[in-house]
Structure formats: C-alpha cells, structure tokens
C-alpha cells in the first residue's frame, strides 16, 4: 500500500513556468528596464544644455564661416553666402599663421610654468603643518575665486606706469630707470604681464587638487621606500610621482584649452597691441571680425582656431595614451 506525503500541483508544470511564479515577472523587468534608462535619463538636461549653449552656437558660427556678413549685410538682413572664400583668405594671410604660432608657443610657455609652480606649491601643501596649510589653501582659494576681468584690473593697476606698485617697488630697490616703465608699451613686457597673470590664476587649481591627490598615496608606500635607503627625491620619483602621473596628464590638457582659449586677459591688458603684437588666436578673430566688422571672417578664425585647438589636444592625448601603454 503506498502512502502519497506530497500534494501533487494543481495545474501544468509548463503553465506555472511561463507564469513566472506569479505576477512579480513582469513587475521586475519593468523595474530592470527603468533602471538601465535610469543614467540617461539623469544625463539629459546635462546633454540638452551643452547642445543648446554650445552646439547651436557652434553651427551658428560654422554657417556664418561661410558667408560675407559686414554691417550693411546685418542691417539689411541679407545674407550673402560666399563659400570657402573667407577660410580661403585667412589660410593665405601671413598675419594668421603668425598669430597662430604665437598662440601655440604662449600657450605652451604658460602651460609648463602652470604645471610646474603649481605641482611645487601642491608638494608643498602636502609637507605644511595644519595651521599654515589652511593659511595657504585660504590664500589660493581667493586668488582662484577672484573673477578674471577684476584680477585684470588688479594688474593694470600693478604695472601702471606712473602709479604702479611694481614700478614704485623696482624704484625704491635701485632701479631707478624703472620708476616710470611703461609694461605694455613692448610685446615681450606686455606678455610678461599676461602670463604672470594666468599663471597667478591657474596655480591654485592645480596645486589644490594636486595636494588633494597626494592625500590618496598610503603612508606604507614611503615607509617601505624609506626602509630601502630612499632619500627625498627618490622617494618623490618612485612613489609620489607614479600614482601623480594621470591627474599630471589630466590637468596639463585642461590647462592647454585653459591657456589657448584666454581671451580676456589679452584682450583687457592692451587689446593685442601693441601694433597687435600681443595677439593670440581668440582675439584675433574678436578684431578681425568685430573689430573690422567682417563677421564671416571672424567666425572662420573662429572655426580654425577650434580645430587647431582638437588638432594640438589629440597629439597630446596621443603621447598620454602611448606612455600608459608603455607602462603596461
């Protein structure tokens, strides 16, 4: 006689199967779904702001590269398409490639004192007792948050002629020939001044976040390289510099795009002069087309001046990607 102990199921092994065990199948792969859309729904305003503050402008500005666009055009509302003429007479004009190696050794002459002083002043954090570190994060955190166009006008101010502070001091120290040096009136002084005002301007991100990611290196690491007879600099070279070298490349790139691109402080120090010898790129194409009111051509040095831009950050993105290779 047998004795059945389990109840058999009440219905097709094969409808209980496609049943999913009840009515939570259907309600998880909904959940599933919204949670793979979740990250791209989060980055949507993010992508519709930067397509409508920086595509659109950029196709507004690659159109009007094409056309002969001056102050009768614009008042009468004609639009006059001209082709490639405009990338045509700048690409031929001296004055363009000049200016532009100009912008390329500028940029990369305020890019290497940047990294270089800021990596400095971001050891130096590191080293700093806790009351002088917060003096000096302090200190560069007002130098970084001060507006561009005011930290200009503090360096007019410095370096005026007459009434300067720099003036005044190099006057007092001996030198008395610089008691009324005009800084602008050269393109060597004048650059002098602009760089020293980008770098001022630039060192406290890059020593900041410098100091930041030395704070990630494990104490391990030096007490190791200590125990093998490392001094100082071969301890810097061993360990801090290989866990510094991505956020090195990383902030050298931002600082590239950063240094090209400054079109204030060139602009508000002497406007390019003097004679434009002071020129970069942006302002350039700020004079070329609303200075001279020849907006085609402006939007043309525009759209060279980003692609020599791209085309400089892909040779450096090129090198970085090599030597991380190498290094694997």
Known sequence: MTVQTERPPSGPAEVLKA???GS???RKQARARAGTLAPY???LPA????VLL???PLLKDGLLSFQNLNMGQLIQHVTEWNGFDNYQEVLTSSDFWRVTGRSIVFTLVNAVLIMVIGTLVGLLLARLGKRMRVLLLVGLVLAWAMPVVAATTVYQWLFAERFGVVNWVLDKLGWHSMADYSWTGSQMSTFFVVTVLIVWMSIPFVAINLYAATTTIPKELYEAASLDGAGPWKSFLSVTLPYLRPFLYATTFLEIIWVFKAFVQVFTINGGGPDRLTEILPVYAYIEGVGNQHFGM??????LTILILLVLTAYYLRIVLKQEEDEL
């Open 41 to 43: 729904l989060l980055l």
């Open 54 to 56: 920086l595509g659109w």
């Open 24 to 26: 939570g199948g259907p």
């Open 19 to 21: 049943d999913g065990g």
């Open 47 to 50: 992508v519709a702001a930067t």
């Open 298 to 303: 402006g939007a043309a040095i525009a759209v």
